[in-house]
Structure formats: structure tokens, C-alpha cells
């Protein structure tokens, strides 16, 4: 997450910021005014700042109905969504806030008008950005040149929404997920690389297993590994889907084909078959392992229907704590709380106060 220091508005005399009361309160303040365009941008410590707070805006939400009283978020989506257009459109209307959605399916952002012009269109106008996009230099190019919050809601690269939800799930269903053993089965795509990098933040073993041609980005794989010497978890590739499945707390697929990639379905399909997800690979799993989905499902190739809809699957448990999370994302970057945590904003001066932005690297 990185920093963006002219993001962060000069406190208004109404509600002065206060000292913060305690460690989660102290990493909340200095989540303020930033970025989350990948996984690698957090700590762990934020990464359990947001699971924390998305638990208690789920458990006590009217505490939170204007909590982000009049901010604005704009939503431009390059692909089609379900769950992540609903759940952020959900979620800052229940913290008071309103949504606008923009349909760039037929266009992909920076074809009409630059990422400069816009990002600064928009930074006149709104208090933070979504982008789902198809090149994740869409998103940091946002980030690059935007001077309020820029949120990766899916690129081609990651989905770190997606992630901090899934181990919202899974902290709900386990507690402590330190040393929680993941697997992932499939094609080792966006999903995999934020969720990899998510376990690894919370000191879980996660094992990705798929075919060789198809594993996760070098960078991606040595950061999560990286990550995880830190925090006592431990990140591995194999390819076997039975090792990784045999004695696992939670068994994890996606679509062996993502959008865009529709050419390669076939190949991908005929490649993935021994890494669908049916009731014998579950059955390698622990005595309570759950299975989850980022969904949409392709029933009977990555899953079977028996699985998706059987007693272990919390695939619907995800989808709804898509929205918990991401309430928690607004709240923290825009300094939103029951009573408003740290300072309220009031526009910055890109002119007095520049911003220092490490360079984001490229993984296309």
C-alpha cells in the first residue's frame, strides 16, 4: 500500500484527530490517504487491521451508517463483474457514501483520454477510485498520477480484494489462521498471486499446485515466499494436486480460463482436468476442511457441483464478506470510523506538498 501523502486532508476543527488509543488504532491512522493496488503493498500488520475492522463493521454495521457520510467513489470497470460492482456499490452506501459506475467494456481506460487527464479530472471531483481492469498498469498508472486513493478491485495480475475476503472466511470459520495450511489447485492466475501473498502476510502455509506451464509469476511466487520467512508461513509451487490437497485446511480453485484468455480454453481445460476439485480430492483434505471459489464457477470442470454445493463449501460465505472487506478498505483509506478514525480530509496541494511514490514494477 503505498503512500499518498497529499491525499491526506488537513483535519477540520469540528472533529480534531485524536492520539491513537491502541496498535490497531495507530496502523488504521497511518492506512489513511493510500493505495491498494496489490497485496505487496500491505503489511501484516494492516492486512489484520482489515480483517479486524471488516468483523467489527459486520457485526455492528448501523455503528457505521455514516461513517463515509458524502464520499464520493467512481467505479471503472474494463470486465464484467457481479460481485465486486455489488459489493462496493453496497458497501459505501451503507457507510453513508454513494457510488457511480462507469462501463468501460467497450473501451479500456486511457484509449479516449491519458491516465494523466483523467486521474486528475477525478481527483477534483470524487474521494477515491475503483479500476477493474485488464492491465495492471491501468491500476498503478491511476495510482501514479491520481492524489486520492486508487483501489485494484481485479487486473490481470491480482485480485486483492478478493483475497482479503477469502481470509476473512477463513478467519471466521478457524480464528488464528497462523499456520493454517491452504492449498490452491488450478491455474496459478491473479487470484493465486493475491491470495498466496495474503497467506503468506498471516503466517499461513499455502501450496499452490498447478501444471508446469501455468504456475504463478516468478516475482509474485519469491515476494510471497519472502513474506512468509517474516511471519513463521511458508509459500510453495508443486505440481501435484494431491500433495497439495492431502491434509489441508481449506482446499482453493478458480476458473482454469480467465477473461481474456478465452483463445487458450481448450488447451487450459484438457492441462487442468487432474486439478478439478471433486469429493475424492476433499477427501485428501482434513476431517473439517472447507472449499472455497472466488466464483464465477464453471460447474463439473474446476469443480463439481457435488463440491461447490456440498456441506464443506463457503463459496457463499466469500461472496458475502466481499462487501465486509472492502467496507473496511473505504473505512481505512479514507479515515472513516463510528466516529471517525483520525482526521477528516479537506483537498490537498500537489504544489506544497509532493508526493513520494516508490516506482510500482511491471508483471505483464
Excluded at 503489511?43 to 468483523?55: G, N
Excluded at 491480482?158 to 480464528?175: I, K, M, N, Y
Aim: net charge negative; with cysteine; aromatic share 6%.
Amino acid at each position: 500500500m503505498t503512500s499518498k501523502t497529499i491525499a491526506l486532508r488537513q483535519p477540520v476543527a469540528a472533529k480534531t484527530a485524536t492520539a491513537p488509543a491502541s496498535a490497531h488504532d495507530a496502523v488504521a491512522v497511518g492506512m489513511q490517504g493510500r493505495d491498494l493496488c496489490s497485496m505487496r503493498d500491505l503489511t501484516p500488520a494492516e492486512v489484520q487491521c482489515i480483517l479486524d475492522t471488516a468483523q467489527r463493521i459486520k457485526a455492528q454495521p448501523r455503528l457505521y451508517r455514516h461513517a463515509l457520510e458524502s464520499r464520493q467513489l467512481v467505479m471503472f470497470f474494463e470486465k464484467e463483474s457481479l460481485r465486486t460492482r455489488l459489493t462496493f456499490e453496497t458497501g459505501i452506501n451503507t457507510l453513508g457514501g454513494s457510488a457511480i459506475f462507469v462501463d468501460q467494456t467497450s473501451s479500456r481506460l486511457g484509449q479516449r483520454e491519458s491516465l494523466y487527464d483523467v486521474a486528475h479530472n477525478l481527483e477534483r471531483w470524487m474521494d477515491a477510485i475503483v479500476l477493474r481492469t485488464y492491465a495492471h498498469e491501468t491500476i498503478t498508472g491511476m495510482a501514479e498520477f491520481a492524489h486520492i486513493p486508487v483501489i485494484n478491485a481485479l487486473s490481470d495480475i491480482e485480485h486483492p480484494c478478493q483475497s482479503l475476503a477469502d481470509v476473512l472466511t477463513l478467519q471466521e470459520r478457524f480464528g488464528n489462521l497462523h499456520g493454517l495450511r491452504l492449498a490452491y489447485l488450478g491455474d496459478g492466475n491473479n487470484v493465486a498471486h493475491s491470495l498466496m501473498l495474503c497467506a503468506a502476510h498471516l503466517g499461513m502455509h499455502c501450496v499452490l499446485a498447478t501444471p508446469p506451464q501455468y504456475g504463478p509469476a516468478p516475482e509474485y511466487l519469491t515476494a510471497a515466499q519472502a513474506i512468509a520467512s517474516t511471519t513463521g508461513g511458508s509459500v510453495a509451487w508443486i505440481h501435484d494436486p494431491r500433495e497439495a490437497a492431502s491434509g489441508a485446511d481449506a482446499i482453493y480453485t478458480d476458473v482454469w480460463t480467465s477473461m481474456g484468455k478465452e483463445q487458450e480454453m481448450e488447451q487450459r481445460n484438457q492441462a487442468c482436468l487432474p486439478y478439478q476439485v471433486n469429493k475424492a480430492m476433499m477427501a485428501l483434505a482434513a476431517p473439517h476442511a472447507v472449499f472455497m471459489h472466488c466464483l464465477p464457477a464453471h460447474r463439473e470442470d474446476e469443480v463439481t457441483t457435488e463440491v461447490l454445493e456440498g456441506p464443506q463449501s463457503v463459496v457463499f460465505d466469500q461472496a458475502e464478506n466481499r462487501m465486509h472487506a472492502q467496507k473496511a478498505i473505504l473505512l481505512l483509506l479514507l479515515g472513516g470510523g463510528p466516529q471517525g478514525v483520525g482526521a477528516e480530509f479537506a483537498p490537498g496541494n500537489s504544489a506544497t506538498a509532493p508526493r513520494k511514490r516508490p516506482q510500482m514494477p511491471s508483471y505483464s
